[in-house]
């Protein structure tokens, strides 16, 4: 298992234990991570699973493909550090990763 801190929209950390091969996406639900609605159920489709990955950490995940990508365009808060949970896969490299739960998942 990897541990991850998610911080919620409240600016609450919540460390969880992850599943490597599983998405952040799910590590967020499985845990009830707030602000992480995962409308689609992570088909790259909705929008509703945003994070923030900055820094150093943006090192340990990989690149956004070309779906996320597009979907990543048409979203209010887009900016070089938002990316889809969904679409970021969970590596044993990831051990304490920090993410920021967006505050805008509509
Ligand atoms: S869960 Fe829908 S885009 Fe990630």
Same mark, same amino acid.
């Given at each position: 298992m990897v541990s991850i801190t998610f911080i919620?929209?409240? $600016?609450t950390?919540?460390?969880?234990?992850?599943t490597p091969g599983t998405s952040l996406m799910e590590a967020a639900t499985t845990n009830s991570v707030a602000g992480?609605?995962?409308e689609c159920g992570g088909n790259c489709a909705c929008g509703t699973c945003r994070v923030f990955i900055s820094g150093a950490a943006k090192a340990l995940v990989a690149e956004p493909g070309d779906m996320e990508a597009?979907?990543? %365009?048409f979203l209010d808060?887009? $900016?070089a550090d938002l990316r889809l949970?969904?679409?970021v %896969?969970?590596?044993?490299?990831?051990? $304490?990763?920090?993410?920021?739960v967006s505050? %805008?998942?509509r």
């Open positions: 919620e929209p409240s $600016g950390p919540r460390t969880v234990e992850a992480i609605i995962a597009a979907m990543l %365009e808060d887009a $900016g949970s969904c679409q %896969e969970v590596t044993e490299a990831m051990e $304490g990763l920090e993410v920021t505050p %805008e998942q």
